[in-house]
């Protein structure tokens, strides 16, 4: 995938140290899935930036090939790929999230 919508996400992930993929907004999300990710993390008080993939099919479909998972939302920590909702859920269940971003953010 060499093309404008792998710079695009690329762009995205480089700049933003979490960087959360999902269907609606921060203040509306518009699933289930991209909601827990919100919650988490304000929960958290961590500092994230979104982006809408209902607003752009080519970056919906072009963030699942990026980082051949299949599903959105996508949460990525210092441009590594840290999970989904399910995967999010189970960190900050174990108390390891928080950790686990500051840690990163901090290198
Ligand atoms: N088990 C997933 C739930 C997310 C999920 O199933 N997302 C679906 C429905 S929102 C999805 O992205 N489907 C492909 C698409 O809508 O493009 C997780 O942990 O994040
Ligand atoms: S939009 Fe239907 S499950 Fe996410």
Do not use: H
Request: aromatic share 10%; net charge negative.
């Amino acid at each position: 995938m060499e093309n404008p919508t792998k710079n695009k996400i690329q762009n995205l992930i480089d700049l933003n140290p979490v960087m959360v993929f999902m269907k609606g907004t921060k203040l509306m999300p518009q699933c289930g899935f991209s909601n827990n990710v919100v919650q988490i993390l304000n929960s958290l008080g961590v500092t994230f930036n979104t982006f809408d993939v209902l607003s752009d099919f080519e970056i919906r479909e072009g963030i699942k090939e990026y980082s051949e998972w299949p599903t959105i939302p996508q949460v990525y920590l210092k441009g590594e790929f840290l999970g989904g909702s399910d995967i999010l859920i189970e960190m900050y269940n174990a108390g390891t999230l928080k950790e686990k971003i500051e840690i990163a953010l901090a290198s």
